[in-house]
């Protein structure tokens, strides 16, 4: 049957935990997340070359409601800020939600239930209403003409105004993604080797994806930085999931799925708010994808994407009631 919950986080990094945190404040205590390591810290865990360490300021990389006084240094080193996060985790008993080695290998939205089902390498089955990415919405990007050099491309597109050259364009929606391929809904399995995100990824305000229901990413696309502290950019965010988390409860709503006309007019606006930045000048970085397109970094400052994700819009989603 798997095991159940009403929010279901991936990842044990700063957005995983700030939104762990953040539930319990809110008093929701019906959530669990899914770690793939046997310990939290996300890349605060992982990286640890000689010498890693912070390049923002330590108090500017903490979470508002954890501030931290005994920092050894302005900038902080690796082993400093995985035992900051593993001390968050324990302070605010977090362990007890988290289901370590847990490896996420498919993920797919139940329509007629509402619930997204999730299995681990392992085989174990987990279901929830809401699902929450604290592992970004990174993607590979590729150059523009593959489509001449692979024995078959499949083009799975949401919405209408871009175009592929001489791909198999798939009309029939997309039923369930697995780790090889999709599924149709006509029942037929596409096998992958790789995917392909066309002009690179998109998400409304970087949390949430049209024809993705009840679902949002945290650090997605165009919200990362270059001058100031993502953790200032993530407790934006998961307050912007909380406040959907309360307003899905308070209305009754079974699935919230962001507009494709809005997500379409915030792309739209944002890249042409960075084709005026130095990045947009003809800069070669690593910000800039292979198509030319800016999906990494947020376009502004950062008080005002705060105030953009001060509070979930329902307006800006197709709502469906339980």
């Known amino acids: 049957m798997g095991e159940r919950s009403t929010v279901l986080v991936i990842g044990t990094g700063f957005s995983g935990l700030c ?11 019906d ?21 890693c360490a912070c390049d923002v300021q330590s108090h500017l990389y903490s979470f508002s409601f954890e501030k931290n006084p005994d920092w050894s240094r302005q900038f902080a080193t690796q082993p400093e800020i995985w035992a900051y996060l593993r001390g968050c985790a324990e302070k605010y008993n977090i362990l007890p ?17 509402a619930t ?13 209403q809401l699902l929450v990415s604290g592992a970004g919405a990174s993607a590979i990007e590729f150059v523009p003409q593959i489509a001449s050099k692979v024995a078959t491309l499949d083009y799975f597109q949401r919405t209408p105004p871009w175009a592929m050259p001489k791909p198999d364009w798939v ?22 080797d790789v995917w392909q995100g066309q002009g690179g990824p998109e998400a409304y305000l970087g949390l949430a994806v049209s024809g993705f229901p009840n679902l949002f990413f945290l650090m997605g696309p165009n919200t990362g930085l270059g001058h100031s502290s993502m953790v200032y950019m993530i407790e934006s965010q998961v307050n912007y999931v909380i406040d959907a988390v309360r307003t899905m409860k308070a209305q009754g709503l079974a699935v919230v799925d962001v507009r ?27 910000y800039i994808n292979e198509s030319g397109k800016n999906t990494t970094l947020w376009p502004g400052f950062t ?19 339980k």
Do not use: M
């Open 31 to 51: 959530f669990v997340i899914l770690e793939r390591a046997a310990d939290v810290g996300g890349t605060w865990r992982d990286n640890n070359y000689p010498g």
């Open 116 to 128: 997204w089902v999730v299995r681990t390498e392992d085989g174990r089955e987990f279901k929830s």
């Open 19 to 29: 939104t762990a945190i953040r539930l319990k404040q809110e008093g929701v205590e």
């Open 97 to 113: 939600h988290v289901r370590f080695n847990a490896n996420v290998v498919n993920a797919r939205f139940d329509e007629a239930s």
């Open 260 to 286: 494709p006309e809005v997500q379409a007019q915030f792309v739209k606006k944002t890249q042409k708010r960075l084709a005026a930045t130095v990045w947009g000048s003809g800069c070669k970085s690593w």
């Open 171 to 192: 009309r029939t929606a997309i039923r369930e993604v697995k780790p090889d391929g999709v599924v149709t809904t006509d029942g037929k399995t596409r096998k992958a």
């Open 303 to 321: 008080f005002r994407y705060r105030a953009a994700t001060n509070r979930f819009t329902p307006g800006d989603y197709v709502l469906k009631a």
